[in-house]
């Protein structure tokens, strides 16, 4: 980005001039600034995607403990069914 043609358009617009040093314009407008100062719960900074990512993964996991865990008693309900069921028709 120009500093110059921001600096001409901000005197035109304002009537003064730009605030901001060329560095303070170059920083506030990057974008690698932007996400590492960007510290707030499920933001982009890289510290707090990490913190994401492994609370997902603790989530995920116990997720999938929990469906293999109900997968199994369903599969053991569904062999006493068909028992039960087979003791019946062989009564018949």
């Not at 304002?14 to 499920?42: C, D, M, N, W």
């Not at 933001?43 to 999938?64: F, I, K, M, S, Y």
């Amino acid at each position: 980005m120009n500093w110059k043609v921001v600096n001409t358009a901000v005197q035109e617009i304002a009537a003064k001039p730009l605030a901001l040093t060329y560095e303070q314009l170059e920083e506030a407008i990057s974008p690698e600034h932007f996400v590492h100062i960007r510290h707030v719960r499920g933001g982009p900074n890289p510290e707090e995607v990490a913190r994401a990512l492994e609370a997902q993964a603790l989530r995920l996991d116990t997720q999938e403990q929990w469906s293999l865990d109900t997968t199994n008693k369903l599969r053991s309900v569904d062999a006493k069914l068909d028992l039960i069921l087979n003791g019946w028709l062989n009564r018949i």
